[in-house]
């Protein structure tokens, strides 16, 4: 990142770009700064609504990453689900639970037969 002077004295940063084989345009030109031609309560503004929404973007990185927050919300999920296949379909929703149950057996049977020809 390289750093001029504008014509007034200022510093003005910028990066330089990469340009397309044969283009001859001047590059050495003075960097034009955006915020220059804004009055102090447009800079205000604008620096209140960028802080607004870096505070949104926070609290949705925040709430993404609160895994007690997220746990409770997939279970209110389920529940919800189970309350409705319960009114909707009661069988299929006694086949699920069977085969939940049946699968838990299983794996827990398997983890208890290897675990027992480790230890002999």
Same mark, same amino acid.
Request: glycine residues 6%; aromatic residues 2%.
């Given at each position: @990142?390289?750093?001029?002077?504008?014509?007034?004295?200022?510093? /003005?940063?910028?990066?330089?770009?990469?340009?397309?084989?044969?283009? !001859?345009?001047?590059?050495?030109? *003075?960097?034009?700064?955006?915020?220059?031609? $804004?009055?102090?309560?447009?800079?205000?503004?604008?620096? *209140? /609504?960028?802080?607004?929404?870096? !505070?949104?973007?926070?609290?949705?990185? *925040?709430? &993404? +990453?609160?895994?007690? &927050?997220? $746990? %409770?919300? /997939?279970?209110?999920?389920?529940?919800?689900?189970?309350?409705? @296949?319960? &009114? *909707?379909?009661?069988?299929?929703?006694? /086949?699920?639970?069977? %085969?939940?149950?049946?699968?838990?057996?299983?794996?827990?049977? +398997?983890?208890?037969?290897?675990?027992?020809?480790? @230890?002999?």
């Amino acid at each position: @990142m390289t750093s001029t002077r504008t014509s007034d004295g200022r510093r /003005a940063s910028h990066r330089p770009t990469s340009r397309a084989v044969g283009d !001859s345009r001047d590059t050495s030109s *003075e960097v034009v700064n955006p915020f220059d031609s $804004m009055s102090r309560k447009e800079l205000i503004e604008h620096l *209140e /609504a960028t802080r607004a929404r870096l !505070s949104s973007n926070l609290d949705l990185v *925040e709430d &993404k +990453l609160n895994v007690p &927050k997220q $746990m %409770g919300i /997939a279970s209110r999920r389920l529940r919800r689900q189970i309350r409705v @296949m319960r &009114k *909707e379909n009661p069988l299929g929703l006694a /086949a699920a639970v069977a %085969g939940t149950v049946v699968a838990v057996g299983v794996v827990g049977y +398997l983890v208890v037969r290897i675990t027992s020809r480790r @230890m002999w």
